[in-house]
């Protein structure tokens, strides 16, 4: 390696791309693929529509007022440091619009900050929480987004509709109102090193709703009523941190296979207690099994979940299907967990630690350090 020469070529090809308009290619990649550059005051959604597959869009420091559709493959949008995207004056409607429902007025859908979809989607009505995906003719493939500094959309700030192989990676989502990033529909979806917040209390921080594959892990989230929500079958669900929200993770009825390792549960928000217990009773929860099958929760630490004395650790219950959900809106017959396995967790500083609130089979709780209570049978104390 040579140093000198190095460090010469970098400035060189620094100076080409300042001099370079939007749309032009700066450098081509070993794949064929190239790289073109927005700066502030350019449109990242205009050089979206020039894109051949396989470019990359790299987005230098500024603030987009824009909101983004995303329906090519191979895309790859990058984001410079402080680059940022923002509510636009006006909306254009995408597949995205009204996925996660209306405004609380009902009269204007809500809308998506980024909306990565493939074609001949197929959604349901909007029952609860998102438009389910029923059907994908042509998956969108291998869009991957980072870097960014996404704030402020009521809607979803990424979503990911219809999609295969998309990677979120790296970027600060901040104040979603429904929720931080969705995975909808999708397959092989990975989600990680993404910085989630909401500054008064958002519904849902990161949701994997997928035919097939979803990865989540070494995300920071908070801010959510539920921080992360898992709705894949097979789910893996590793090494994030998840801190002031009501529920840190949430595993829908009837999903199978999910994964829950090594994360981190961190004390509830204080906003959560102020909701009355007439509205959300005994709400205060680390992670929940809720009618789920098969389900690993393993080598996560939870402490810290603390709510007049209701507050649990990890429970698995339950779910008579009669308060709601989106799971139990499409089968309203009880949910009922079975074959789940909480093994090898730590739980420190929390009302209850551990509880079992279901009739089904071979629910299992071993090899767990509780460092608050012990419930019979459910755990050792340390």
């Known amino acids: 390696m040579k140093p000198t020469s190095t460090l010469f070529a970098a400035l060189s090809l620094l100076?080409?791309?300042?001099?370079?308009?939007?749309?032009?290619?700066?450098?081509?990649?070993?794949?064929?693929?190239?790289?073109?550059?927005?700066?502030?005051?350019?449109?990242?959604?205009?050089?979206?529509?020039?894109?051949?597959?396989?470019?990359?869009?790299?987005?230098?420091?500024?603030?987009?007022?824009?909101?983004?559709?995303?329906?090519?493959?191979?895309?790859?949008?990058?984001?410079?440091?402080?680059?940022?995207?923002?509510?636009?004056?006006?909306?254009?409607?995408?597949?995205?619009?009204?996925?996660?429902?209306?405004e609380i007025s009902g009269l204007h859908p809500l809308q998506a900050g980024i909306c990565i979809h493939g074609s001949n989607i197929h959604l349901s009505d909007f029952v609860t929480e998102h438009k389910k995906v029923l059907s994908v003719g042509n998956p969108v493939k291998g869009v991957a987004i980072s870097g960014l500094t996404v704030s402020g959309f009521a809607g979803i700030n990424i979503a990911a509709v219809g999609s295969r192989d998309t990677c979120i990676s790296g970027n600060t989502i901040v104040d979603g109102g429904a929720y931080g990033i969705l995975a909808d529909g999708s397959y092989n979806s990975v989600i990680r090193d993404n910085v989630v917040s909401q500054s008064t209390l958002g519904s849902i921080g990161v949701c994997s709703d997928n035919f097939d594959g979803a990865k989540v892990s070494k995300n920071d989230v908070s801010g959510y009523v539920i921080g992360l929500c898992v709705q894949t079958n097979g789910a893996d669900i590793r090494d994030n941190n998840v801190h002031g929200n009501c529920i840190g993770t949430f595993v829908d009825p009837r999903t199978r296979g999910a994964r829950i390792k090594n994360n981190h549960v961190g004390p509830t928000n204080a906003i959560c207690n102020a909701i009355p217990d007439i509205i959300q009773p005994d709400f205060m929860r680390g992670i929940v099994v809720d009618g789920s099958t098969d389900t690993l929760v393993q080598g996560n630490v939870i402490e810290g979940q603390r709510s007049n004395g209701t507050a649990?650790?990890?429970?698995?219950?339950?779910?008579?299907?009669?308060?709601?959900?989106?799971?139990?809106?499409?089968?309203?017959?009880?949910?009922?967990?079975?074959?789940?396995?909480?093994?090898?967790?730590?739980?420190?500083?929390?009302?209850?630690?551990?509880?079992?609130?279901?009739?089904?089979?071979?629910?299992?709780?071993?090899?767990?350090?509780?460092?608050?209570?012990?419930?019979?049978?459910?755990?050792?104390r340390t």
Do not use: M, W
């Open 15 to 102: 100076s080409f791309i300042t001099a370079t308009p939007i749309g032009e290619t700066v450098a081509r990649h070993e794949d064929g693929g190239h790289s073109v550059y927005v700066r502030a005051g350019q449109s990242i959604q205009a050089a979206i529509d020039k894109a051949l597959e396989g470019t990359e869009i790299v987005v230098e420091a500024g603030t987009y007022p824009e909101h983004l559709t995303v329906q090519k493959d191979g895309l790859t949008i990058t984001g410079r440091p402080d680059a940022r995207l923002v509510p636009p004056g006006n909306f254009t409607d995408n597949l995205c619009t009204g996925l996660a429902g209306n």
């Open 312 to 380: 649990t650790g990890i429970v698995v219950r339950d779910d008579p299907c009669n308060e709601g959900g989106l799971a139990c809106s499409l089968d309203p017959t009880p949910a009922i967990a079975s074959r789940n396995l909480v093994v090898g967790n730590t739980l420190r500083n929390n009302d209850v630690d551990l509880g079992l609130a279901s009739i089904g089979d071979r629910n299992i709780f071993k090899r767990n350090d509780c460092r608050t209570s012990s419930p019979r049978g459910l755990c050792r």
